[in-house]
């Protein structure tokens, strides 16, 4: 169902792919948009292993996609270091594909901003992450990504200086 990568050489292994997501602080979630155009936006996650976790408001362009169709893909971008002198990038970035859907119920919706809120502040206090999710509880909507596939992969040059 889904392709293989090309250039095996470069295919980052699945504890390196899931590094990247784990250290990244965004990406682009790539959904079906209105009359057929793809609608890709950028966005912050958090990545717990399994599945891929995002907030959104509870109206837009975003959910009218995902309510069209659950299929989505997502990139995180690691790497993206210009080498002029070679006309090229030594890059690393993972691309998911999977299924995305609203999380309805508050004890999941609850699981997945707390998950949230320690990566984008893990030395904030607890009393303080609690505070800042209850103050935005109404209007929080959380989106949850089944992961069906996943790839990773770099530059070529970075792959040689690992060897």
Known sequence: MFRDMRRKKQ???P???????????SGVLALSGDDGYPYAVPISYVYDGEKIYFHCAKSGHKLDAIRRSDKASFCVIDQDQIVPEEYTTYFRSVIVFGRIHILEDDAGKRAAIEKL??????????EDR???????WTP???LEMTVEHVTG????????ARQ
Do not use: F, H, N
């Open 15 to 25: 504890e390196e792919t899931a590094a990247v997501l784990r250290r990244g602080t």
């Open 11 to 13: 295919l980052l292994s």
């Open 153 to 160: 992969k770099e530059a070529i040059e970075l792959v040689r």
């Open 140 to 142: 929080l909507c959380m």
């Open 117 to 126: 809120a320690v990566k984008y502040t893990p030395d904030g206090t607890e």
């Open 130 to 136: 609690e505070a800042a999710i209850q103050r935005d």
